[in-house]
């Protein structure tokens, strides 16, 4: 069991900055942690990761000094519980559009009393029963992991009052991507319509003393100003500002 760095940084007011990984593949999460990203998101909505190939991320985030964080294909507790038990330290649950929802992505993520997570004395995240006393790991583990619920539609904008009264969430993140489609903008992240929303939305999470989180390259400062505090890229964004930089060394341009 270890401390949670980005709950210790956020608590602090210091944004953390993660990557995103859609990719089964432990010895790119490793590299990611050395280039000094505070977390890795391990996609298993999107891609192809499953619970087996979670733990040797999870164990490459902890070689690598890095906090992991899952975001799993549904928030049935079931689905959390699994990834939980490798060992990450937070879930970051999609498409959380109600009170109710948030509710039951804090009851799948804690334990007693804040919770209702299934108990196990054998799994990774309690060391296979080697981590100390039961009742001591769920405490531990009640305190450093981390809890993020998704806002990425136009119902979860409207119920946001509702959802940001709802206990044991530390991050409230803006989807807008998905919240472009709901908008009736598919793809169109950047459209005028859509910033409008996103803003509005992180304006509204920050005024209620809560952590906003965000996904953006280019505009990051702009968001840090706005006092969101809980950022990711993604891979595909990473390659494409190296290849661009690569090229641009070399004089051409390709891409």
Known sequence: ?????????????????????????????????????????????????????????VRACELANTTSI?????????????????????????????????????????????????VTSSSRSVRYGFGGS????????????????MIEELEAVRNLPQILRVDGVDVFFVGGGDLAQTMGFPGKKSAPEVHKVVCETIDRIVAAGKIAGYSCEEETREFVRRGVRYFHTGMTPLMKFAARHFWSLVGEQRI
């Not at 990203?37 to 996609?43: A, N, Q, T």
């Not at 039961?134 to 531990?140: A, E, G, K, N, W």
């Open 1 to 57: 069991m270890r401390k949670n760095q980005i709950k210790e940084k956020l608590a602090a007011g210091t944004p953390v900055y993660g990557a995103m990984v859609q990719f089964p593949d432990p010895d790119l999460v490793e590299i990611l942690g050395y280039a000094g990203f505070d977390w890795i998101l391990i996609d298993a909505e999107h891609g192809s990761i499953n619970e087996n190939d979670c733990l040797g991320m």
């Open 70 to 118: 899952v975001r799993p294909p549904t928030n049935h507790p079931e689905i959390i519980m699994r990834f939980l038990d490798c060992g990450a330290q937070g879930i970051q649950a999609p498409r959380v559009n109600t009170a109710e929802d948030a509710r039951a992505v804090v009851d799948a993520v804690k334990y007693h009393p804040a919770g209702k997570r299934g």
């Open 134 to 149: 039961i009742p001591d790991c769920m405490r531990f583990s009640n305190a450093e992991t981390l809890v993020c619920v």
